[in-house]
C-alpha cells in the first residue's frame, strides 16, 4: 500500500450552530482557545500542501458556513488545483450560500440526516428544526445543481430508522449515503452506552452488504465500520460470487476499511494533523512542521503503517491488510490506540486453529 495524503478533512473552524450529541471535537457557537485562524494562515497552509501532494479537501468544523471566508478558502484551494469540498450541518444553506458554493466551483458537499423524521434527527442534533434545515439545504442543493451526499450517524438511540433513512436518502437525489457508527470521542463519550452493541454491529453490515450488493443507484458504505471489509470478502465467498464494488466518490474509503494516517487525515483548527476525524493525537503541527515532514516523519502515522504491529486479534488476524480495525475506537476504549477493534466479535483463523 501506499501511504500518500488523498483526502483530507479540514476543521477550518470549531465553532458550531448545533450542539449535536455525538460530536466529535464538541463544538459549540462559542469556543474558547480554540481560535479560528487567518485567511494568510489558510493559504499557506494550502501552498504548503499543494507543494507535496494533490488531495481532496473537505472543508469542515464545526460548522464551515460560519467562517465568512469560507468561499475565499475554497476558492484559493481550488484555484491551486485541489479538489475543494465542503461538509455542512444543512442549516444555514440559503440561495445566497448556493451561489457561492457554485462560484467557488466546489465538487461535492456532504450533509447530515441522522433520522428519517424531524423527532429523531432534531433529538440527535439537540436542536428543533434541524431537519427541515438539512431538507431545505436539499431543494436548494437540486435547484442549483450542486452535488451533495449524505452521512448518518447512528446510535442505539436511531438505529431502528437505518433502512428508513437509507430509503429516504434514496429519494433525495443524492450521489451516495454513507452510514457510520459513531466513535466515542468529543461530546461522543458522553454517550458510551449508546453505541450499538457488537453482536448488533455484524448484523447492520450484513444487511448493509445486501444494499450494496443490490442498489446500482446510490453508491453506499459504511463509513468507518472497517470490518465491513471481512464481511464483504466472508459473503462473497459464503455466495460464491464475484461481488464488484463500485467505486466512490470524495469518500475516505475505497482501498481499506481504515485510512487514518494512511491515506487520509484531519487537520484541526489549530494546525495539528490528525489521522482522522475521531481519533484526537496530533502527529504533528502545521504551525511548526511542513505537511509533508508531518506525513513521512511522525512516529503516529509510523506506528498505524505498520499493520504487523497490531495487537490481539487485528494483529493476528487474515484480514488485517483490508481492514486494520478502528484505530480510533481502540484508542478510545483502551487507551491503547494498536489495541484491537473493539466493535468486531471475529476470530481471526490463526486463534481458531490453536484451540
Ligand atoms: S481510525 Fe476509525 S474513525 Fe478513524 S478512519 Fe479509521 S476507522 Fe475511521
Ligand atoms: S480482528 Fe481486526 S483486522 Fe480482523 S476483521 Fe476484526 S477488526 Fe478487522
Given at each position: 500500500?501506499?501511504?500518500?495524503?488523498?483526502?483530507?478533512?479540514?476543521?477550518?473552524?470549531r465553532?458550531?450552530?448545533l450542539?449535536?450529541?455525538?460530536?466529535?471535537?464538541?463544538?459549540?457557537?462559542?469556543?474558547?482557545?480554540?481560535?479560528?485562524?487567518?485567511?494568510?494562515?489558510?493559504?499557506?497552509?494550502i501552498?504548503?500542501?499543494?507543494?507535496?501532494?494533490?488531495?481532496?479537501i473537505v472543508l469542515?468544523?464545526?460548522?464551515?458556513?460560519?467562517?465568512?471566508?469560507?468561499?475565499?478558502?475554497?476558492?484559493?484551494?481550488?484555484?491551486?488545483?485541489?479538489?475543494?469540498?465542503?461538509?455542512?450541518?444543512?442549516?444555514?444553506?440559503?440561495?445566497?450560500?448556493?451561489?457561492?458554493?457554485?462560484?467557488?466551483?466546489?465538487?461535492?458537499?456532504?450533509?447530515?440526516?441522522?433520522?428519517?423524521?424531524?423527532?429523531?434527527?432534531?433529538?440527535?442534533?439537540?436542536?428543533?428544526?434541524?431537519?427541515?434545515?438539512?431538507?431545505?439545504?436539499?431543494?436548494?442543493?437540486?435547484?442549483?445543481?450542486?452535488?451533495f451526499?449524505?452521512?448518518?450517524?447512528?446510535?442505539?438511540?436511531n438505529?431502528?430508522?437505518?433502512?428508513?433513512?437509507?430509503?429516504?436518502?434514496?429519494?433525495?437525489?443524492?450521489?451516495?449515503?454513507?452510514?457510520?457508527?459513531?466513535?466515542p470521542?468529543?461530546r461522543?463519550?458522553?454517550?458510551m452506552?449508546?453505541?450499538?452493541?457488537?453482536?448488533?454491529?455484524?448484523?447492520?453490515?450484513?444487511w448493509?452488504?445486501?444494499?450494496?450488493?443490490?442498489?446500482?443507484?446510490?453508491?453506499?458504505?459504511?463509513?468507518?465500520?472497517?470490518?465491513?471489509?471481512?464481511?464483504?470478502?466472508?459473503?462473497?465467498?459464503?455466495?460464491?460470487?464475484s461481488?464488484?464494488?463500485?467505486?466512490?466518490?470524495?469518500?475516505?474509503?475505497?482501498?481499506k476499511?481504515?485510512?487514518?494516517?494512511?491515506?487520509?487525515?484531519?487537520?484541526?483548527?489549530?494546525?495539528?494533523?490528525?489521522?482522522c476525524?475521531?481519533?484526537?493525537?496530533?502527529?504533528?503541527?502545521?504551525?511548526k512542521?511542513?505537511?509533508?515532514e508531518?506525513?513521512?516523519?511522525?512516529?503516529?502515522?509510523?506506528?498505524?503503517?505498520?499493520?504487523?504491529?497490531?495487537?490481539?486479534?487485528?494483529?493476528?488476524?487474515?484480514?488485517?491488510?483490508?481492514?486494520?480495525?478502528?484505530?480510533?475506537?481502540?484508542y478510545?476504549?483502551?487507551?491503547?490506540?494498536?489495541?484491537q477493534?473493539?466493535?468486531?466479535?471475529?476470530?481471526?483463523?490463526?486463534?481458531?486453529?490453536?484451540?
Amino acid at each position: 500500500m501506499e501511504f500518500e495524503p488523498k483526502w483530507i478533512a479540514w476543521e477550518i473552524t470549531r465553532r458550531c450552530n448545533l450542539k449535536c450529541v455525538h460530536c466529535r471535537s464538541s463544538s459549540e457557537l462559542a469556543i474558547e482557545g480554540h481560535p479560528d485562524f487567518s485567511f494568510d494562515e489558510a493559504k499557506r497552509v494550502i501552498d504548503d500542501i499543494v507543494s507535496y501532494a494533490s488531495p481532496v479537501i473537505v472543508l469542515s468544523g464545526g460548522e464551515p458556513l460560519l467562517r465568512e471566508d469560507v468561499f475565499d478558502i475554497a476558492k484559493y484551494g481550488e484555484s491551486k488545483g485541489l479538489r475543494m469540498c465542503l461538509a455542512t450541518n444543512g442549516t444555514l444553506v440559503t440561495d445566497d450560500i448556493c451561489k457561492k458554493i457554485v462560484d467557488a466551483r466546489i465538487k461535492m458537499v456532504s450533509l447530515s440526516l441522522d433520522g428519517a423524521k424531524a423527532e429523531t434527527h432534531d433529538n440527535f442534533r439537540n436542536q428543533e428544526g434541524a431537519f427541515d434545515g438539512t431538507m431545505n439545504a436539499i431543494k436548494l442543493f437540486k435547484e442549483h445543481n450542486i452535488p451533495f451526499l449524505i452521512n448518518s450517524s447512528f446510535t442505539i438511540r436511531n438505529r431502528k430508522e437505518i433502512p428508513e433513512i437509507y430509503k429516504l436518502v434514496k429519494g433525495l437525489g443524492a450521489t451516495a449515503w454513507y452510514m457510520f457508527m459513531i466513535v466515542p470521542t468529543g461530546r461522543g463519550e458522553d454517550i458510551m452506552e449508546e453505541l450499538i452493541p457488537i453482536d448488533l454491529y455484524d448484523e447492520i453490515l450484513e444487511w448493509h452488504y445486501e444494499i450494496e450488493k443490490n442498489d446500482d443507484e446510490l453508491l453506499t458504505r459504511p463509513t468507518c465500520a472497517p470490518h465491513y471489509y471481512r464481511i464483504v470478502r466472508q459473503k462473497a465467498k459464503e455466495e460464491n460470487s464475484s461481488f464488484k464494488r463500485r467505486n466512490l466518490k470524495f469518500s475516505t474509503g475505497g482501498s481499506k476499511g481504515c485510512l487514518a494516517g494512511q491515506l487520509i487525515c484531519l487537520i484541526d483548527v489549530d494546525l495539528d494533523v490528525l489521522p482522522c476525524s475521531y481519533f484526537p493525537k496530533s502527529a504533528g503541527n502545521l504551525y511548526k512542521q511542513s505537511f509533508k515532514e508531518v506525513w513521512e516523519d511522525s512516529k503516529l502515522f509510523a506506528e498505524m503503517r505498520d499493520f504487523k504491529g497490531y495487537k490481539d486479534n487485528c494483529g493476528s488476524c487474515e484480514y488485517v491488510n483490508v481492514c486494520g480495525g478502528c484505530r480510533a475506537r481502540a484508542y478510545a476504549m483502551t487507551g491503547d490506540y494498536l489495541a484491537q477493534e473493539p466493535f468486531c466479535n471475529y476470530i481471526p483463523r490463526s486463534i481458531r486453529e490453536k484451540e
